[in-house]
């Protein structure tokens, strides 16, 4: 174990042996090499008569997930644009450190909020249904071809946008949330 998990495995395994409680936690584990490994842990309690007989253990090295992990999000926070993950609710699931900055929101203050809080009074009920359709044709597109689009900042300012759309598909090819690629042309729009 790595020396910073040892009191989390103790209680981990105290908790387990009084209450059989088998929920999973990652903990870091050294390999041959004497590398530390991220693994997924879970265990089972193995009775007989009603008394521990011994605990199974499982580890699954899950290094290589979070590398990519923490590639994607350095990747993401390092974006000039603002991105925003929306669910099918249209709810928000996911900012960079762009979005922050471009409407002056936190992460806590828009995490789980309707994207329809970025924009101005105005457009949000039209935009609520052009979301619920663009579930069903899903396309990689800039939004509002011709049109001005403007964002809502935190407060109460508006500036103009370009936005880009694009839907997540699952496994089976179907969409289950949206990403919006934002940036502000407020300097574009002075120079037009």
């Known amino acids: 174990l790595h020396p910073d998990d040892v009191d989390i495995v103790k209680k981990y395994f105290q908790t387990l042996l009084q209450a059989e409680i088998h929920s999973p936690l990652e903990w870091r584990l050294s390999s041959k090499s004497g590398q ?10 193995l009775l007989e008569r009603g008394q521990i007989i011994s605990i ?35 709810e928000i699931t996911l900012i960079n450190n762009q979005t922050e900055v471009l409407f002056g929101y936190t992460r806590n203050e828009l995490l789980g909020k309707p ?31 011709g049109l001005e689009l403007y964002g809502l900042r935190k407060d109460g300012t508006e500036f103009p946008i370009s936005l880009t759309t694009s839907a997540v598909l699952d496994e089976k090819g179907s969409p289950y949330a949206l990403v919006g690629i934002t940036r502000d042309i407020s300097e574009q729009k002075l120079a037009e």
């Open 115 to 145: 994207i329809e809080i970025l924009l101005p009074l105005r457009f949000r009920s039209k935009h609520q249904t052009h979301r619920k359709s663009y579930h069903t044709n899903s396309l990689v597109r800039p939004m509002g071809t």
């Open 36 to 45: 530390y490994l991220a693994c997924d842990f879970s265990s089972t309690v």
């Open 56 to 90: 199974l253990c499982f580890a699954r090295d899950v290094t290589q997930r979070k590398r990519a992990e923490e590639k994607y999000q350095l990747l993401l926070e390092s974006a000039p644009d603002g991105i925003v993950l929306v669910n099918d609710k249209g």
